[in-house]
């Protein structure tokens, strides 16, 4: 029942800049990785960027230097500042939480509904 809610998806031009975010349903006790996904229709779905609990981040090498993840820690929202966008970012964009609900209970996985990202030439 637990559910991550990402926003933010668009249509825009080749070159224009989109902040995607994304909040839980509830509250997590400690979320460990934030990560963002696509995939695009006929495509198997790809890790884009990764942020640590710590603030470490990583890239997917095609958004590299383009894309920013980052995070809000007070309210476990994480978000994805994609500038320089161009047509082949265009995919269903899925936030993904692996954290814990409370200090008993075991980690785990939780996606977002995913929010479309549209980029036209």
């Known amino acids: 029942q637990v559910q991550l809610v990402d926003s933010g998806g668009g249509l825009v031009q080749a070159g224009d800049s989109l902040r995607l975010s994304c909040a839980g349903s509830t509250t997590f006790f400690e979320v460990y990785l934030m990560a963002w996904y696509r995939q695009a229709p006929g495509k198997e779905r790809e890790l884009v960027a990764t942020?640590?609990?710590?603030?470490?981040?990583n890239y997917a090498d095609f958004v590299k230097d383009r894309f920013t993840i980052s995070r809000d820690n007070a309210n476990n929202t994480l978000y994805l500042q994609m500038n320089n966008l161009k047509p082949e970012d265009t995919a269903n964009y899925f936030c993904n939480f692996d954290a814990r609900l409370g200090h008993w209970t075991d980690r785990a996985t939780y996606w977002g509904q995913g929010t479309q990202v549209t980029v036209s030439s």
């Open positions: 942020i640590t609990q710590f603030g470490d981040t």
